[in-house]
Structures are given as structure tokens and as C-alpha cells.
């Protein structure tokens, strides 16, 4: 992937922790989602006093996605940390992996986790999501 895109995400990525709400569990996660024609989507977690109501920032950034017609992704970028101090990487929970399975190609797809413009590192969702179960189990 370009760095300078990868920088421009790591920086976009690290605006949506303000909008965070996270009153139950004080971490705050940012993610930005782009598509294979450019487009950026953005995403924070939202907690719920229910708790199980909680949405992840990455399943945010689909959704919204999704819901506006997109369908192709390539990379996602993620920041995180407990009162939106970015430490150390906010690696995605297995349901919001799943949901990248659902829409993305598990060998092409990027996820960067990211402490900083400098310090990121890139994966696969195969990486991530080894085995993973997806549409074409269904086909
Ligand atoms: N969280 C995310 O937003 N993304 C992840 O992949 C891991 C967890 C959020 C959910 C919850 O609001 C908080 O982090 C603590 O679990």
C-alpha cells in the first residue's frame, strides 16, 4: 500500500476517537474503511447501557458503508485505547472479522493497526481470520 495514503488513514482514523462513546468501558476506538475506488468511511465504537446493543468502529465503518451501496473494499485502518490514549494496537474483536469475511477477499484485504503514523503494521484479513467461514462456504 502507498504510505502516504497509509498515513492519510492512520490520521483520519485517529479524528474519529473524539466521536467515540464509550461511557461503559472508557476504551475508544477509531477505524477508517476504504473502498477499492477510494472513498473513505469512517467509524467509532458505540456503547450501549445494554451492553450486548455495543458496535464496534470497524462494524460502524461497514455499515455505513454498506448502507450507502458500497461493496468492494481494500484496506482498513484502526486505532484504539483505553480513554483514547493510543498505546498499543487495537486489534479487531473475531465479529468484526467476521463481518470483513462477509464483504472482503480474506487474502487481499489490508488491516492496519496503527499507534502512529509511524508505527502501523499491515495484515491480511486471511492473517487475522485463518480458516475463516464465508460466503463461498455457502455457494
Ligand atoms: N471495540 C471496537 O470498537 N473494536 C474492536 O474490534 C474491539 C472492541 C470496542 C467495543 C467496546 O466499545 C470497547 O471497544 C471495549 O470492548
Known amino acids: 500500500m502507498n504510505e502516504n ?8 482514523a485517529m479524528k474519529q476517537l473524539k466521536f467515540s462513546y464509550a461511557p461503559y468501558s472508557g476504551y475508544k476506538v477509531g477505524a477508517v474503511l476504504l473502498t477499492k475506488e477510494g472513498k473513505f468511511y469512517t467509524g467509532c465504537n458505540i456503547e450501549n447501557a445494554a451492553f450486548t446493543p455495543t458496535n464496534c468502529a470497524e462494524r460502524t465503518a461497514f455499515f455505513k458503508a454498506i448502507s450507502e451501496g458500497e461493496k468492494n473494499f481494500s484496506a482498513i ?15 479487531p474483536c473475531g465479529v468484526c472479522r467476521q463481518v470483513m469475511m462477509e464483504f472482503c477477499n480474506p487474502d487481499t484485504f489490508q488491516i492496519i493497526l496503527a499507534i502512529s503514523k509511524e508505527q502501523y503494521e499491515i495484515f491480511s484479513l486471511k492473517e487475522l481470520l485463518p ?9
Do not use: H, T, W
Not at 5 to 12: D, Q, S, T
Not at 131 to 139: E, R, Y
Open 131 to 139: 480458516k475463516g467461514f464465508g460466503p463461498g462456504n455457502l455457494s
Open 5 to 12: 495514503l497509509i498515513k492519510e488513514m492512520i490520521a483520519l
Open 77 to 91: 485502518c484502526i486505532v484504539g485505547g483505553k480513554d483514547g490514549r493510543v498505546e498499543e494496537y487495537a486489534s
